[in-house]
């Protein structure tokens, strides 16, 4: 793979870094498994690739105008069906305590919608 995004971190993260091809990059982007993963730089050095630190919240501050165009292309990619995100379960906001139980308790694979 030429981008892998890891919000996993932990054990999945060394996995991701090598599954890059040369000159890929992986994507940290969070550690959703509880784990900061050790990542050995050999990885790096023997495949050309390289590891980047993505906090959307920190670049959307420093670099507004272009967080706004990155999120005008994803939302066309959503409209035109080239990007489908995946959504597990859809809950009524009478249920957003539901649906909040199930991001906490990690049964969620994609997204969980709460609809008005």
């Known amino acids: 793979m030429d981008v892998v995004y890891d919000p996993v971190g932990g054990e999945a993260t060394e996995l991701a870094l090598r599954s890059t091809n040369w000159n890929g990059r992986l994507l940290v982007v969070g550690f959703t498994s509880g784990e900061i993963?050790?990542?050995?730089?050999?990885?790096?050095?023997?495949?050309?690739?390289?590891?980047?630190?993505?906090?959307?919240?920190?670049?959307?501050?420093?670099?507004?105008?272009?967080?706004?165009?990155?999120?005008?292309?994803?939302?066309?990619?959503?409209?035109?069906?080239?990007?489908?995100?995946?959504?597990?379960?859809?809950?009524?906001?009478?249920?957003?305590?539901e649906a909040l139980r199930w991001v906490a308790g990690r049964k969620v694979v994609g997204r969980v919608v709460v609809t008005p």
């Open 37 to 97: 993963p050790q990542i050995s730089l050999n990885l790096t050095l023997v495949k050309g690739n390289a590891v980047v630190g993505v906090f959307w919240g920190r670049f959307n501050i420093e670099e507004p105008e272009r967080s706004a165009q990155n999120n005008r292309i994803v939302m066309d990619w959503v409209a035109d069906g080239t990007l489908r995100p995946l959504v597990q379960r859809t809950f009524s906001l009478d249920d957003a305590v």
